[in-house]
């Protein structure tokens, strides 16, 4: 982990190692704990160059968070391997246009106001609808870049009503696709050393 890194989160990890030096851990410790698992996350990722709250994250950066959070507090869902399923790959069509210079921002404001990132994801996985995010990104077209995300939640909502030819497929995980999400989606508690988790992986 980069020096920086490492400096800001040294507060944070003193009071964890505090809270494991005192008998079983009671309840109010517990809470304690997991404030401070995810402002490590939180403090992790506003170290890195470039990041900005809310950004889109990819699989190599929790890749990279998971070692560092099983050394510090035990094993837990959130650091399992099978849970970077769950996080776009780098590769992928969303990430890679949400890390082309200049395009990221734009994309960070229309999540906001779209609730998430998932519906543009789901547009950009057909080759067409890549097509078509990326020219209106390209062009800042706002105005078309939330009509797209309407387009594409109005199918969803047919599908999952029935109103629809398009087949609806399994139940999948949700994916994760920010800090705040990939907290929210475990909802680790740390206890003398070793994490749990109420939220489990799926396979």
């Known amino acids: 982990m980069p020096l920086r890194c490492s400096v800001l989160l040294l507060p944070i990890l003193c009071t964890f190692a505090l809270n494991q030096c005192f008998g079983e851990t009671r309840p109010e410790d517990a809470v304690a704990d997991n404030v401070v698992f995810n402002e490590t996350v939180r403090r992790h990722f506003a170290s890195q160059r470039g990041y900005h709250e809310g950004d889109l994250i990819t699989r190599s950066q ?5 070692g560092y959070l099983r050394s510090a507090f035990g094993h ?6 099978r849970a970077l399923r769950r996080i776009l790959a780098d590769d992928s069509r969303l ?6 210079k200049n395009r990221g921002e734009i994309l960070r404001a229309l999540a906001a106001q779209n609730k998430g990132y998932e519906v543009f994801d789901r547009i950009s996985r057909t080759t067409a609808g890549y097509a078509r995010l990326t020219e209106a990104v390209d ?7 939330n009509q ?13 009503s029935g109103n629809s030819e398009t087949p609806v497929r399994r139940s999948k ?5 920010t800090v705040e999400e990939y907290l929210a989606a475990f909802q680790s508690v740390v206890k003398k050393g070793k994490s749990t988790a109420k939220a489990k992986v799926s396979e």
């Open 173 to 177: 995980p949700t994916p994760i696709y």
């Open 95 to 100: 990430a890679s246009l949400f890390y082309k």
């Open 148 to 160: 797209l995300a309407d387009e594409e939640s109005q199918k969803t909502l047919s599908a999952k």
């Open 139 to 145: 062009h800042a077209e706002v105005g078309v870049l």
């Open 62 to 66: 929790i890749e990279e968070l998971q």
């Open 76 to 81: 837990s869902a959130a650091t399992h391997p």
